[in-house]
């Protein structure tokens, strides 16, 4: 497989050089360590026709623009500014049109403005979007009408059908990926800011194959960064100190964050902390905790307290809907509004319980009317069906987005 920076041989005479020789090297040490939630890809040799495509494409990002959302996310860890994430669980690439792209850039810019309108705060306002298209899962395989397939794992891998074409692990969907991404990176840099908000990309950096060949160099910089998105975050699955997503986003500038779910222990989350933000630098590391509303304040605090003791200037804020997803007696899963706000606001509490401003909300957000959530405008599990359209797991519609936000900001 071919990696970024390695098409032509540095001259180690250079001081400039040796220092990016030695930071590609830390770029590179990824490989020889654990690596979870990875495609079977079907046929390695377009894998690596795939990768070499990538390797020569054109970063989605800048460093000036990973620099000034740095910045703002700085005023977020100095309690002056909040964060709205909100989009897909997982984007499709039927839905990649300039229409539903502006669509979910103004669902974002309105959850902001809503923010901010409720807590006379700054709002930084991203999207899981232009680049969401791959999802960790618990197994590898599933049994669907009597066949047993390999598991949906987003558009970047292979398809939702039910059929084993479909679910083939095929990597020329990185590259459609790529395409349908650096659209809508570019719509969202040209157009109007949503609601007065500059929508920033994110995505969880999960497909190794997909995300390392797009690492950059910046001479002017001297710093490798990701151009896939400008807020890559880790995922509870692959959060492992000893693993290869830890060790790679350690590698780069851009900034980032990480999950933390129920089952992470302060000594784990400290050491998180000293990988991925060593020198302590505002604005670098967010931590987002989904922990869960009848948990949230039992783990939390020490974690919380832990982190700030050590001196991180970290920015937490809360992801209340991968805690609180439950299946109806049909099987379909979905989540109540009414635990989702739950765990916003016990999230709040935690963190002004240990002298923290709380830095906003992370949500899994629809820009239209689906009915995959009960609560607000769902009434209950019986109106589930009129509209489920997700591709992995429910999202709030817009009308109970705004309730968790709402909420979020009363307390």
Not at 92 to 121: C, D, N, W
Not at 355 to 378: F, I, N, Q, R, S
Request: glycine fraction near 8%.
């Amino acid at each position: 497989m071919s990696h970024p920076g390695t098409h032509a041989p540095l001259m180690l005479t250079d001081p400039l050089m040796l220092a990016r020789a030695d930071r590609h090297d830390d770029v590179e040490r990824w490989k020889y360590l654990p690596t979870a939630q990875q495609p079977n890809w079907s046929r390695p040799a377009e894998r690596d026709l795939a990768c070499r495509t990538l390797s020569d494409a054109p970063a989605l990002v800048s460093p000036a623009e990973l620099s000034a959302l740095k910045e703002q996310l700085a005023r977020v860890a100095r309690g002056e500014a909040r964060i709205l994430q909100a989009g897909d669980c997982a984007e499709s690439f039927a839905e990649y049109t300039p229409a539903h792209i502006a669509a979910k850039a103004g669902a974002v810019g309105a959850l902001a403005e809503r923010m901010g309108q409720g807590s006379g705060l700054d709002v930084v306002a991203i999207g899981r979007t232009a680049g969401q298209f791959a999802k960790p899962r618990s197994d590898s395989f599933e049994e669907v009408g009597g066949l047993r397939l390999p598991v949906f794992r987003g558009h970047l891998v292979n398809g939702e059908g039910a059929t084993p074409a479909e679910r083939r692990n095929a990597p020329e969907r990185m590259l459609r990926a790529y395409e349908l991404s650096a659209a809508a990176s570019a719509q969202l840099a040209a157009g109007a800011p949503a609601g007065g908000h500059r929508i920033w990309t994110s995505h969880e950096a999960l497909v190794m194959d997909y995300e390392v060949p797009l690492v950059r160099y910046h001479d002017t910089e001297g710093q490798w960064f990701l151009g896939s998105t400008h807020f890559p975050w880790i995922g509870e699955r692959t959060r492992d100190v000893r693993g290869a997503h830890v060790r790679l986003l350690s590698s780069l500038a851009n900034p980032l964050a990480c999950k933390v779910g129920p089952t992470a222990s302060p000594e784990e989350v400290l050491e998180l902390c000293r990988l991925l933000d060593p020198e302590r630098e505002p604005g670098r590391l967010t931590l987002i905790a989904r922990m869960g509303h009848r948990t949230v304040e039992d783990r939390l605090p020490a974690v919380v307290r832990a982190v700030k003791d050590a001196g991180h200037p970290v920015v937490w804020i809360s992801d209340p809907m991968h805690g609180n997803t439950v299946k109806t007696a049909g099987g379909a899963k979905t989540r109540y509004v009414a635990q989702v706000a739950a765990e916003a606001q016990a999230f709040v509490r935690v963190l002004r319980g240990q002298g923290l401003t709380p830095g906003g909300l992370h949500l899994e957000a629809a820009a239209d009317a689906v009915t995959e959530c009960v609560g607000a405008d769902v009434a209950d599990e019986q109106g589930l069906g009129r509209r489920y359209t997700t591709l992995c797991d429910p999202r709030l519609n817009p009308v109970q987005a705004k309730e968790v936000v709402d909420l979020f900001n009363a307390a």
